[in-house]
């Protein structure tokens, strides 16, 4: 991978740490996919000499960034990694704002509840509530899904256009996690359309066969979506005499978190509940 320069992104040159920059580099290349990697296969992707690769490694790794795993020469990401992260959702305003409203909400449901943000092609949960029911769930703070896939995604890709879809997904197929995902991003569009139009969505069996989710946008003071609020239920649970009440409260509560970044609403959005099954 030729090295990139961050002037690039409007930074001058003289004022890049060249170390720096590439140690930053070398942390973005472990994933959930490259859990694990060693100096001749970092040295190889970020197409710098090994011994600067080793430099780099031995640094992070005595800053707790990177551990080595057993006496090999293969690192892992260390626990400064997620200690920066924490930090990091800890300082967000929106997790801050967000944190006690789907509290409330969790209290008021007895369903686990979340907030998502959109980065790229996925979304990763910033906050997670869960009360102490039987109702388990692999998701966690930090956690990634595929946007273009999930309930919570498709409310992040409803302020986007047509030629903003394509550019975000140029494939002419998109990946198929269930029988409900779109295939097409001509799919996505029609479908975020509807969804749009509708001010929430309600999915069962969407991503996960058997969990329904309840989904609202979440808007700051400029109107943009920033992030969507959701409810996950377990769809053999849903009792038909709720889905109205379910509904209205997680709306309820993602306009409330939008009125704490100072959105105001034009009131154009329909409060018609609509069940989509399965969606």
């Known amino acids: 991978m030729p090295e990139k320069n961050l002037a690039e992104d409007g930074a001058s040159d003289k004022y890049i740490v060249p170390a720096l920059e590439r140690g930053l580099r070398l942390l973005g290349e472990f994933s959930r996919d490259s859990r694990t990697l060693d100096a001749p296969e970092l040295a190889r992707r970020l197409d710098l000499p090994r011994s600067t690769v080793f430099r780099l490694l031995n640094t992070l790794e005595s ?62 949960y910033v906050a997670k509530v869960t ?25 992040l890709l409803e302020d986007l256009t047509l030629p903003e879809l394509r550019a975000l997904y140029p494939e002419e197929h998109l990946e198929v996690f269930s029988g409900s995902t779109p295939k097409t991003v001509l799919d996505l569009f029609n479908m975020v359309e509807v969804d749009r139009q509708r001010g929430y969505v309600l ?7 058997s969990i329904s989710t309840i989904a609202a946008p979440v808007r700051d003071s400029s109107s943009r979506i920033i992030a969507a609020l959701g409810a996950t239920i377990p769809s053999g649970h849903i009792d038909e005499s709720r889905l109205e009440e379910l509904v209205q409260r997680v709306r309820a509560s ?4 939008s009125g704490l970044l100072n959105y105001q609403p034009r009131g154009d959005a329909s409060d018609k509940v609509v069940a989509l099954r399965p969606f």
Not at 131 to 155: D, E, F, K
Not at 204 to 209: H, N, P, Q, S, T
């Open 203 to 209: 999915g069962e069996g969407f991503y996960e066969a």
């Open 254 to 257: 993602a306009d409330e978190l």
């Open 63 to 124: 800053m707790g960034f990177l551990e080595r795993i057993g006496s090999g020469n293969d690192y892992r990401l260390g626990l400064a990694v997620l200690r920066l992260g924490f930090e990091y959702l800890s300082s967000l305003e929106l997790t801050e704002l967000g944190q006690p409203v789907i509290a409330r909400l969790c209290d008021a449901i007895r369903y686990p509840c979340n907030i998502v943000v959109r980065d790229g092609r996925s979304i990763v």
């Open 131 to 155: 009360p102490p029911t039987p109702l388990t769930s692999s998701v966690r703070v930090g956690t990634r899904l595929p946007a273009h896939a999930t309930v919570l995604g498709r409310i």
